[in-house]
């Protein structure tokens, strides 16, 4: 191989903005050409079809198609040629002098649900979803629910949006349109955009009955993009459409009779989590984002000054919040709002690159401030309107662009012309960089048909360019990841991540459909999407608000954000304390949860499969999977159903209705009780508990809290612990892991860039019962620079029985009373009666040795004692006592008037301190819990208050 050759190869992976080798020519081994028709078999469940074209140029979609050569076999019946794999059959008419059509071309997927489904080119008119999953579309800017954001491909008029159809579909195959996409140049430094073209038909090539025409593009086309793609443009239809008529499925661009089409066939069955690793595969790895990326965000739309960004971190740090990312809306440069244009015809001051020093008078001081405290970086940027006169690079990037700085004309926004780009970046960007700007916020609002260059929209190459822009990522000889924010452009853009969904109105319906459309998501590999957390147009209420939070938890990224309003913030500790108090302990939660997000990130960048995906990737055979979109499975050890609806009037509480699948036993996070499979779990929800559920037997890898402050989520932690979701022995065996590297440069993709750690615990293999639980502390599978050699941890043994005795390595350790200090130096271990949780607290351990634990239980498991929902109800009797002493002076009831409830309260704590005592303790709390209830009954409270206590004490 030549070395210019290498170099390309090398240059392609830029476009992934990795390291990684991808190279577009297929092996010709794979390659099936007759006549105009050429095939070529990627893998056994993709095949490329072309007609009319041999190309083999990377595109915004496929970067890699030398992949290996699967089995397959070709062959002729008569005049039909028969390529077969594994997993499909593709029949082609040899005889055929027209472009690809149902006349000429069948695939047969051989098994979806034990059936064979054959697929033909379809004709606009009639067309379906054909069982299509979805996908995701540009942003949810003013979305208020499902009413209005249509992720129906097929009928969604908005050709702005961006919408792309799902990878998966239930009726077991997708096809993938590539033809006329925009290419990438093989320039070995930073490769391009270029888009050579397809000859426009004649008018007789596109003389077509209706009813047979094959849609080219989607509604809203324009004619520039569908003569890119080399199809018949239909005016009269154009002209309806932009009036607003229903045009019932007649495509306003389709097939010639002789058109070129570049085609991907994915026929995966049901196998979903397969056809995106494949996807993958061609299309480029979803990038592992920065570990400091999961972390937590700030954000508010206003003109903040340096001192009162860093008051912000300050009460950050006051309320021992943890805080990640410092994000500056574009108040940072200089604005006018006066409603005048500027020279590109943009509202002045909307654009900016120089900072408004009466706001930032040092901006690099502050920055430095930010950096001393961990936290990173990132500026707002609307780029719309070029380099105007008053900014403090101008006649720099005027002189750069061969503009006289004297005639004060404007340096107009060229993204796909490479000076522009070059010299932007080099000239007025990278100062930014250089003060400490880690990332740019892309808030690109300016038109999608803004470039004039078919099939090229300013989102998707703005994501290309930030997110690849070797003058940020490599300066200094840096191999630093990419990492923006901005919007979706469409198919390949889960290559250029992070998301930012845009301005939503904060509603029920707003949130409920957000949960849905993250989901959606993962179908087209954008697993990183993040949300203005509250949502972003108007005041969030606080029991919104509290919801949300709950779910940016459980989601891909964790931002808050809202735009310029006197009323409108988003920081916790302004709202009340009933609310704050719960939104706390989801931000604690969401920070602890790192180390997991952070090894099931790894696993999307080797598999395809994102963080959150649905249910039906697990499960595909289930019909429930598919109507109970908005619950999810949040990596490999949890499913989430987040709460997206008020609480009932005069209760506490709020419905949701949860499908348990069969299989594993789950166990929920927050009551410990642990359910079978397949059921719909109904169950009223108080405001401080969510619907998150354990797979039993996983093991979880968190953060502990003493590590909690600004800036740590970028860290490797030294004390990780591991919480083990026993429950109740339901699992005799379980596994888990974590994944670590330096957490910001690209060396994950190679040896010696990360490190796998295993653990696994089992309670007796093959017996019915065991009181003798074993942990494996697995050594580090790899190595990376400024890996630990030492580490200690908590293991949290959720829902088992105390311990009689703990040995490590054959030493035993000392038993303390739960949330009491650990003087010892092998270590202790002590029971939480509350959670029902033994907890074991290690010395530093070497990371490149296994280390075995042996746990003598004061139990035998499995014990349905501990898979009941005891912990929950501790938490609502703390309620529901805070619930009466909040009625004195009101409705005043005397503590001894509800002793039994008191009692029943303490239960967990009294296991706490006399960890002997919970077997007993176990057996009694239902004759407890049940004389509280009969007490509270016999009060003289309103009703409404009564009904709330007793809705909080039922079993």
Known sequence: MGLSRVLYLVSLGLLAAASDILDPTPDPKAVVQYGQARFTVLTDSIIRMQYGQTHDDPTFVVLNRRLPVPTFEKSMEDNLLVIATANLQLRYDTSSETTF???????VVQDVAGQPVSWAPEPAAGKTLDGNLLGTARTLDGNKGASNMNLDCLTNDRPDLHCTLGLVSRNGWVVVDDTGRPKFDNDTAWPWVYQPGIPVPTLDQCQIDGSKQRDCGYIGISKTECDGKGCCFDQSLADRAARGEKLNGAPQCFYSSVAQQDLYFFGHARNYKQALLEFTMISGKVPLPPRYALGVFYSRYWAYSDYEEMEIVRQYEGHSLPLDVQVVDMDWHITMYNGTTDQAGEQMGWTGFTWDKHLFPNAKAFLNWCKARGLKNTLNLHPASGVQPWEERYAEMAMAMGIDPKTSKYVPFEPTNKTFVTNWNNIVLAEREEEGIDFWWLDWQQGEDWIKMAGVNPTFWLNYIFFTNPNHWRRGGADNRGMLLHRWGGLGNHRYQVGFSGDVVPLWDSLDFQVY??????????????????????PSPPELYTRWIQWGAFSPMFRTHCTKNADNYRRIWLYPFSYYSVMRRFMFMRWSMVPYLYSMARHTHDTGVSILRPMYYNFPESDEAYSYDRQYMFGESFLVAPITAAMAPNFNTTQKSVWIPAGTPFVSWHSGEVFNGPTVLTRNFTLDEMPVFAVAGTIVPLRVKGDIGTGTSQHVPSTLKLTVFCAGGAAVYGTGNVYEDDGVTNSYKTTGGGATTNFQYNTGFNQQSSDQLDFEFGAANGTFPGMLPHRAYEVEFRGTWPAAAVTLDGKELTEIIYDMPCASAVGCYAYNGRHLSLHVYTPALSTNTTHIMEVQLTGVLPSPALQ?????????????????????????????DYYDLITASEAGMRITYMPSTAAAELAAFSNSLNAAMGEVGALTLPDDVKSVVLELLQP
């Open 101 to 107: 059509d149902a006349s000429n071309l069948q695939v």
């Open 517 to 538: 459309f993250t989901v959606t998501a993962s179908n087209v590999a954008f697993g990183f999407w993040s949300h203005d957390i509250g949502g972003h147009i108007t």
């Open 868 to 896: 009941s929902n005891f912990p929950g109800q501790m938490q609502r009797l703390v309620t529901a006592k805070q619930v009466l002493d909040d009625q004195w002076g009101i409705h005043t009831v005397h503590q001894q």
